[in-house]
């Protein structure tokens, strides 16, 4: 199992905002970065420290931390969104990146 | 603009090994690492390894210890990932990735910003 847990399924009305968390004891000594990955294609960086968007990622995307928990919030959710999103950060000795699970996103 | 473009797909039959290449354009090749991450059918995403395209260094994942060799060829801006005595549950898509690091704070983060496009290595006899 993963030392970051993520639920593996949430869904959202479209227009309507999401939470999409992370938990891990890393969390609390290092940023997660937040990839969003369609089918048959290569994951896409979405968020990464304390809540940066890479150029090209839209502003309804954003990150946020507490604790043992990271979130990546997607505010007006579009149907493009739909999509599993990937958690990442450091395992318990901080020498080693490790994914979260997954979560697969469902756009109603 | 910054691209990874990964060797095409493999299959290898059970104890072989496969090497996948992932040359990089459009930054300085020898300022950043490049991490390894697979995907197996179906599943997560798996974290492999580090290689720093500066000095060589690595870093592997360590359940793969023993099995896997990454390396570099500055002169041609590539990578390499080598995957030894293949089983049939490394079948997976394999990706190269450029990694970077982010401080702020009082907190470090580490990201991967840019992927290859994969490459599919099936391990099957």
């Known amino acids: 199992s993963s030392e970051l847990t993520q639920d593996p399924a949430v869904s959202v009305a479209l227009g309507q905002t999401v939470r999409i968390t992370c938990q891990g004891d890393?969390?609390?000594?290092?940023?997660a970065s937040w990839y969003q990955q369609k089918p048959g294609q290569a994951p896409v960086l979405v968020i990464y420290?304390?809540?940066n968007r890479p150029s090209g990622i839209p502003d309804r995307f954003s990150g946020s931390s507490s604790g043992n928990t990271a979130s990546l919030t997607i505010t007006g959710a579009q149907a493009e969104d739909e999509a599993d999103y990937y958690c990442?950060?450091?395992?318990?000795?901080?020498?080693?990146?490790?994914f979260g699970g997954g979560t697969k996103l469902t756009v109603l | 603009q910054v691209q990874l473009v990964q060797s095409g797909a493999e299959v290898k039959k059970p104890g072989a090994s496969v090497k996948v290449s992932c040359k990089a354009s459009?930054?300085?090749?020898?300022?950043?690492?490049i991490s390894w991450v697979r995907q197996a059918p179906g599943q997560g995403l798996e974290w492999m390894g580090w290689?720093?395209?500066?000095?060589?260094?690595?870093n592997y994942a360590q359940k793969l210890q023993g099995r896997v060799t990454m390396t570099t060829d500055t002169s041609t801006s590539t990578a390499y990932m080598e995957l030894r005595s293949l089983r049939s549950d490394d079948t997976a898509v394999y990706y190269c990735?450029?990694?970077?690091?982010?401080?702020?704070?009082?907190?470090?983060?580490?990201?991967?910003?840019?992927w290859g496009q994969g490459t599919l290595v099936t391990v099957s006899s």
């Open positions: 990735a450029r990694d970077e690091a982010y401080y702020g704070s009082g907190n470090f983060g580490y990201y991967f910003d840019y």
């Open positions: 459009g930054y300085t090749f020898t300022s950043y690492g």
């Open positions: 290689i720093s395209a500066y000095n060589g260094n690595t």
């Open positions: 890393s969390l609390r000594s290092y940023y």
């Open positions: 420290g304390k809540n």
């Open positions: 990442n950060s450091r395992d318990s000795s901080g020498n080693h990146p490790v």
